[in-house]
């Protein structure tokens, strides 16, 4: 199922009953879903992921604004209605019953034509089951499963009536670090194998761009970049998504542009013919760094961590925007660094990009 956002906006009125203001938690955002993807919708808390996905299940009504389900305007349609799953970030199963019965309990409330048989809703219940995987844990109570198992109970629960959409609320965020990785493998498997639509809001950009076909970064109610995770990443079109993407984080530093030539304090990295001469925001990915004793810019020597394949060496430079530059190279590098620690490094073209200094937006070059 194909999903339309069209400049949808959401307002709220303070929590703060003695103000006045309205918060807008989401701002003129317009995206198309394509059918049969799986989107991942990031950013910072409260950035309006949680709004955003509200309005699309129905919980919430946009201020303005229209959601389309292919061709069809579910604006105005009632959440139980519009054919979606949704999984939140507790699960929220019912604790008294087993397995068997959550999953169970949305086939049972089925009218008129929808109604199902016994045997077709154990069949049902069944399929959803093996699907995630907990097939053979059907007479188990909630509290008898790991959180993984938990949250594998709401995604069949919310697949079993084979929703035209699946939306996912930070589904991740009450595991552990090998159960999250472990299960996002598993959303992304159950997606592929149902193909049914999801859009799954998250907080964590490696989560998102782990197992996303399309990632929508917000800020502030906004969307700030939509595309495909690696794109995004190597084309940030604003400071924001640049330092938002990335593990370790883009290093950033205030730089000058003068005759077409990119300086970091007096240090030339990068020829970026045709750009204004002004200052601006450099951003310079940690694996964009390589250590040559010719290298364009300079530094002094923090510490190197050693961490198997690769080798983490973290400078100082005094144009860095943090106390410290971490560049990440490979441990078969030697570094060789000069009296007082001093060491140099070439940067790689493409993993270098300037900002405009006041509205943060990408300087191409
Ligand atoms: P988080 O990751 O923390 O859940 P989020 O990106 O999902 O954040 P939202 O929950 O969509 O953000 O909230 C966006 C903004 O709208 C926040 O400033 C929030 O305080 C505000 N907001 C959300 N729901 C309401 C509400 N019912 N009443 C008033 N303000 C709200």
Redesign the pocket.
Request: glycine share 14%; charged share 15%; net charge positive.
């Given at each position: 199922m194909r999903i339309i956002l069209q400049n949808l906006t959401?307002c709220?009125?303070?929590?703060n009953k003695k103000s006045n203001e309205i918060?807008?938690?989401?701002k003129d955002l317009s995206i198309e879903i394509p059918d049969g993807k799986l989107i991942g919708?990031l950013?910072?808390?409260?950035?309006?992921?949680?709004?955003?996905?509200?309005m699309i299940c129905g919980l919430?009504k946009p201020t303005e604004g229209k959601i389309y389900f292919g061709d069809s305007d579910v604006t105005n349609l009632e959440p139980e209605h519009r054919g979606v799953g949704l999984v939140f970030q507790n699960y929220a199963l019912y604790p008294h019953l087993t397995v068997k019965q959550n999953i169970l309990f949305p086939l049972q409330n089925l009218k008129g034509a929808e109604k199902l048989s016994k045997d077709e809703m154990l069949n049902r219940a069944q399929h959803a089951a093996d699907l995630v995987q907990i097939g053979e844990l059907m007479d188990r109570k909630p509290n008898e499963l790991s959180g993984g198992q938990q949250q594998r109970v709401a995604i069949a629960r919310a697949l079993v009536k084979t929703p035209r959409v699946l939306l996912l609320?930070?589904p991740l965020s009450n595991l552990d670090a090998r159960l999250r990785l472990q299960t996002r493998e598993e959303i992304k498997r159950i997606q592929r194998e149902t193909g049914v639509t999801t859009v799954f809001?998250t907080?964590d950009q490696e989560e998102a761009m782990s197992i996303s076909d399309m990632i929508v970064v917000?800020k502030n109610?906004v969307v700030q970049q939509v595309g495909e995770p690696q794109k995004v990443y190597d084309d940030p079109d604003n400071l924001f998504v640049a330092q938002f993407l990335g593990t370790p984080p883009i290093n950033t530093f205030d730089g000058v542009v003068t005759g077409g030539k990119l300086y970091i304090g007096n240090d030339c990295i990068a020829d970026v013919p045709g750009v204004e001469d002004q200052p601006v925001a450099v951003g310079i990915r940690p694996e964009g760094f390589i250590p040559a004793d010719d290298g364009g810019l300079s530094g002094r020597l923090i510490n190197v961590e050693v961490m198997g394949r690769d080798c983490s060496v973290v400078f100082a430079n005094e144009k860095s925007r943090k106390p410290s530059v971490r560049a990440i190279i490979d441990s078969d590098l030697k570094i060789a660094t000069g009296g007082d620690n001093a060491i140099r490094f070439n940067i790689k073209r493409n993993k270098v990009f300037i900002f405009n200094n006041e509205t943060g937006e990408r300087i191409r070059f």
């Open positions: 959401k709220f009125p303070s929590r918060v807008t938690a989401v919708l950013g910072p808390s409260g950035c309006g992921k949680s709004t955003t996905l509200y919430q609320d930070e809001v907080h917000m109610g």
